[in-house]
C-alpha cells in the first residue's frame, strides 16, 4: 500500500526501477551543484551576503525539486537559472536602479503571474506571439552577457581607458587561476564527464589555495550564516510598486521566465516519453518561482543539466527527489563553500555563456527581417551591459522592418504592444 502511494505520488510506473531512479537523481545533483557557489556569487554583486545567497539558493532548490517530484511527476531538476540571475543582478538592480530586495518582490510578483499563465492557456499565446528567432536571439545575448562577465570577475578581461576593454595581466594569480579552471572545466565538459563544472570549480580552488589567490582572513560559522540568511528571508520591498520601472521589471521578468522554460521543460518531457508531464511540471516550476523570491533569490528554472539524470535513465519525481535531499545535505558545508574564490567561478560563467550561444543555430538567417531584430538582440545585450535595453532594441526593430516590407500582418497584436512599452520606457528614462 504504501509502496503504491509512493509510485503514484512520483509518477513511477512498473516499468521503472527504483535503483535506476535513485542513481539518475545522485548524477543529476553532482551535474549541477555547482549553481550553489556561482548563483549566489552573483546574487552577492546584487549586494546579499554571500552566505545567505548560498542558503536561497539551497532553499529554492530543494523546495523546487519537491514541487518537480510531487506535482510535475518529472526528472526535472530545479534551480535558480544561469541568464535569469544576471538579469537579477545586472539589470534589475544595476541598471534599473531597484534595490535587491524590490528585486526579489519583483520574483514574487513575476512568480505568481507565471503562475496564471500556466495555470491558463496563456502560455501558449505568450509564446506563440514572440517569433521564435527573437527568442533565440535572447538566449544568445544573454550568453555572451554572461561570457563577458566571467571574462571581467576572472581578470581575463580588464577596463581600459581608450578602448573600453583590454587583455588582464597574466602574472596575477588569480588570472592564472582562472585560465586553468576554464581549461580544465573545457575539456572535462567535452569529455562529458559527469559533475565536471563542479569538479572544476574544486581543483580551481586548490589551485587558488596554492598560489595565494584565495582570501583565508575571513572564516564563516554556520550559526553565523544562517543569522545573516534572516536579513534575507522574506526581505521583499514593496517601496517602488507604484512606479512604472517596477512594472517594466516584472513585464520583462516575466517573458524571459515564460520563454526558457516552455521550452526546456517541453524538451525534457519528451527526451522522458512522457509529453502528458509538460502541464504538471510547468505548473510546479511556477509555484517555485513564487517561493524563490520569498526565500531571497533569482526566479528558478528547468535546469539543462537535469538531462544527465535522464540519461542516466531518470524517468519520474524520484530522481528529483533524491536530489532535494541532497540538497538539504549540502547545508552542512555552507562555510567551505564561501572560501570558492572568484577566479574558480568566473571560468564557469564563461562555459554556461559558450553553451547558451549554441542557440544561434536554430536562428532563421534567410530572412534580414527575422535575422536583423535577433542581432540587435545579441549584441546590444552585452554592450549595453543591460538584458533590458538590448532586449528592446531587437523587438523595436522587428515590427519596423516587417512594415517596411509590407509585411505588418506578420507581427502579431501582442508583439506590437511589447514593442510600444519598450520604445515608451526609452522615452520615460530620457525626461526622468
Not at 510546479?284 to 520569498?294: D, E, T
Amino acid at each position: 500500500m504504501r509502496l503504491g502511494f509512493w509510485n503514484r505520488s512520483l509518477g513511477i510506473r512498473p516499468e521503472d526501477n527504483w535503483k535506476t531512479e535513485l542513481f539518475a537523481g545522485i548524477i543529476s545533483y553532482f551535474s549541477v551543484v555547482y549553481i550553489v557557489m556561482v548563483n549566489a556569487a552573483i546574487l552577492h554583486d546584487a549586494g546579499m551576503p554571500i552566505q545567505a545567497a548560498m542558503v536561497a539558493t539551497l532553499l529554492t532548490s530543494i523546495v523546487g525539486c519537491l514541487l518537480m517530484a510531487f506535482g510535475g511527476k518529472s526528472p526535472i531538476i530545479v534551480v535558480p537559472g544561469m541568464g535569469i540571475n544576471a538579469f537579477f543582478t545586472y539589470t534589475l538592480v544595476h541598471s534599473m536602479k531597484l534595490s535587491w530586495q524590490e528585486a526579489l518582490a519583483v520574483v514574487t510578483v513575476t512568480g505568481i503571474l507565471f503562475a496564471i499563465v500556466a495555470f491558463t492557456s496563456l502560455y501558449r499565446m505568450i509564446s506563440q506571439a514572440i517569433p521564435s528567432n527573437l527568442q533565440h536571439g535572447i538566449t544568445v545575448g544573454i550568453g555572451l552577457f554572461l561570457t563577458f562577465i566571467g571574462l571581467q570577475k576572472s581578470g581575463i578581461v580588464i577596463a581600459h581607458q581608450t578602448t573600453f576593454v583590454a587583455i588582464g595581466h597574466f602574472n596575477d594569480p588569480s588570472v592564472i587561476v582562472a585560465c586553468v579552471t576554464l581549461l580544465l572545466a573545457l575539456v572535462l565538459f567535452v569529455r562529458d564527464v559527469k559533475g565536471g563544472l563542479l569538479i572544476s570549480i574544486l581543483v580551481g580552488t586548490g589551485l587558488a589555495f596554492l598560489l595565494g589567490a584565495v582570501n583565508t582572513s575571513q572564516k564563516v560559522e554556520a550559526g553565523q550564516t544562517f543569522q545573516q540568511y534572516g536579513k534575507v528571508f522574506a526581505q521583499l520591498s514593496w517601496s517602488n510598486m507604484g512606479q512604472m520601472v517596477f512594472w517594466i521589471a516584472i513585464f520583462l521578468l516575466l517573458l524571459i521566465v515564460v520563454f526558457e522554460n516552455i521550452g526546456l521543460i517541453a524538451s525534457q518531457v519528451a527526451m522522458i516519453d512522457r509529453p502528458e508531464n509538460f502541464k504538471g511540471s510547468l505548473r510546479a516550476l511556477a509555484v517555485a518561482n513564487i517561493f524563490a523570491g520569498i526565500f531571497g533569490s533569482s526566479p528558478v528554472v528547468a535546469a539543462a543539466e537535469s538531462t544527465a539524470g535522464i540519461a542516466a535513465g531518470a524517468r519520474t519525481g524520484l530522481s528529483s527527489l533524491v536530489s532535494a535531499i541532497l540538497f538539504g545535505a549540502t547545508f552542512f558545508i555552507i562555510p567551505i563553500l564561501t572560501l570558492i574564490p572568484d577566479s574558480a567561478i568566473a571560468p564557469i560563467l564563461i562555459v554556461i555563456g559558450g553553451l547558451m550561444v549554441q542557440s544561434v543555430r536554430e536562428m532563421d538567417f534567410t530572412d534580414l527581417t527575422e535575422a536583423f531584430p535577433a542581432f540587435l538582440i545579441m549584441v546590444m545585450i552585452p554592450f549595453t551591459y543591460s538584458i533590458v535595453d538590448g532586449m528592446a532594441f531587437g523587438f523595436i526593430a522587428y515590427p519596423i522592418v516587417k512594415l517596411a516590407q509590407n509585411r505588418g500582418r506578420e507581427v502579431s497584436p501582442v508583439l506590437y504592444g511589447i514593442s510600444l512599452l519598450f520604445v515608451a520606457n526609452f522615452v520615460l528614462n530620457a525626461l526622468l
